[in-house]
């Protein structure tokens, strides 16, 4: 068997209908991907078998340094990853064959070298082995190959490299701009208890981008050692250098203070490197991690700032529309169930007046869970469309709201239009015994549009139907011609738009500790999304937690480093050395 049911987040699913035309399931191709324990045990055979390779070309371009031909060494292995990335974005091979959710493009989408999570992992893996090989051998990188270079060229190479130092920190603000704002991966640092695994991996990401930049730093220091310039006039380039791109980028930009940030950070271990005869401090390399950890803090308070606005906007817009996916899903299953139901026969057949028996059987069976949330209202009509009791609203009342425009979303499911802070539904259901009309039962579903799964006990929740608990961190409120119509959340919102005046319709102000996006849809109507602003305690927080994950990631790597140490190196003693000594290496 090929085929399996579709979900309503399939692309490529195919809908079956009877012979009659009408929609019964839809179904999609069986994926071919399995998650046994053989696949697992071949995925796991692959990663080392790339990885005893890449250990095989690592030993033979280190034969190749080892007789003096760094360059060609530095040149095969950047040939090797070059090779072996285009080969894995150009065949998707772990992705076709493997069912991994680090692959999932749903997670992140970055373009053609970052089509997913995982392949922003291996790029990154990749960089860091290729630094890292470089760095073991930055001292016998040689550019003048016996011949002083000019005074002239040296100070471009010096600009050189301070140019790829830039670009480098600057693909990555904006590789990691991309993660934080285009994925749905949780990156808020304040409430570490709910960073999933995903999180986790984004943190890690960002460890190996700093680490690649230090790397990076400390190549060019000893490349720049070798250029005819005094340590006076590599200060004067240095400055020169971060004054101008200051300039330019608050003049096409705006005021960067990360620039300043980065340029403490390379003149302190600059200063160390050539003032001090290649010593390296720890206080200098805690004090750079600090600086790591505070720009690592404003840039993502930044971008979190920017997506947490975005989906802000999409809320607004999504409760203006009135629109609730979550019970359509369940009409589809529901109204065939009730044509099916027994006790709706025999309580057309018996016709009593009687509508409160109607309407707890109706709650208690087919209304508990997701839709306990709305009010419902059934309301029994005859084959002769009268109603059983005389309180009734007219039938043709319903039919007329189908006739003008109101949205049908299942086979006897409509949504009225023009609802404003709230969701109304309603069916019109025949109810038959067999080929016989008994007559028409019409139902009215009435909620608030700002309600969510996540605001009743789990239990009462329907198992198809995923929690949104964003929303549980918003007040909402809705005005209509400068009255409150409704509200929910914990900011009090006063009766009369008196606080509330705009002129564009989206727009964000900030009162009272919370920061509120105002959402005009007409002149007449306004929706208020109000969320309490993120205090400078909460991101010196953050500031504190990354210091401590690059300080553990910092341990981390000096540990496998005395670990390969320790495999090459029989008569090596850990108590011999200093921390600074161990740092350095």
Known sequence: NNLEIAGLNDDKSYNIRNSDGKYLFSVKLKSSITNSFYSKLELWMWIFAVFLGTVFINYLCISLANRGFVKVAISVFFLYFLALRIITLEYAWIDSYFNLPIFDTRHFSAGYFFPSLADFLLSAIMVSWFLCFIFSYRYEISFSEGRPISKVGSAAI???????????????????????????INFDVTNILYLDAFSWLGILLMCVAIFNIYLLIEIALVVGEQLS?????????????????????????????????????????????????????????????????????????????????????????????????????????????????????????????????????????????????????????????????????????????????????????????????????????????????????????????????????????????????????????FYKNGKLLSQKGNYNYSLINDNFKKAQKVEFIEENGYNHLLYQPNSNKLIVVSRPVTTWIMKLASVSFLFLVLITFSVL?????????????????????????????
Not at 159 to 170: C, D, E, K, N, T
């Open 158 to 184: 010096l600009v050189l490299l301070g140019i790829i130092i830039y670009l480098v920190a600057y693909q990555h603000n904006e590789i990691f701009y991309q993660l934080i704002t285009l994925s749905d």
């Open 229 to 477: 310039l005094t340590n006076k006039q590599r200060l004067r380039i240095f400055i020169t250098g971060v004054t101008i791109l200051f300039l330019l980028t608050a003049a096409f930009s705006g005021f960067s203070i990360f620039i300043l940030f980065f340029a403490v950070i390379i003149y302190l271990r600059g200063w160390a490197f050539y003032y001090k005869n290649h010593s390296y401090k720890l206080a200098i390399f805690l004090f750079s991690l600090l600086l790591f950890s505070i720009v690592a803090s404003i840039k993502l308070s930044g971008f979190q700032f920017t997506k947490e606005r975005e989906e802000r906007k999409l809320i607004a817009d999504k409760i203006q529309l009135a629109d609730d996916p979550n019970a359509v899903l369940l009409f589809f299953s529901l109204e065939q169930e009730m044509l099916k139901d027994e006790f709706l026969v025999q309580y057309f057949k018996a016709q009593p007046k009687d509508k409160s028996v109607l309407q707890q059987k109706l709650r208690k069976l087919y209304f508990d869970g997701y839709l306990s949330r709305y009010e419902i209202t059934a309301l029994p009509y005859t084959s002769q469309q009268q109603p059983f009791t005389a309180d009734s609203t007219s039938l043709s009342q319903f039919k007329n709201l189908v006739l003008r425009g109101s949205i049908k979303v299942s086979e006897y499911f409509y949504r009225v239009t023009n609802t404003f802070g709230f969701q109304h539904y309603f069916a019109i259901i025949p109810i038959k015994n067999q080929e016989r009309a008994l007559g028409t039962l019409v139902l009215q579903l009435k909620a608030k549009t700002f309600e969510d799964p996540a605001s009743y006990p789990e239990i009462l929740s329907d198992s198809k139907i995923s929690a949104n608990p964003k929303l549980g961190d918003y007040s909402f409120a």
């Open 557 to 585: 790597v000096v540990l496998i480093h005395q670990v390969w140490v320790i495999f090459h190196d029989d008569n090596f003693r850990l108590n011999n050395y200093s921390w600074d000594y161990l740092l350095s290496r």
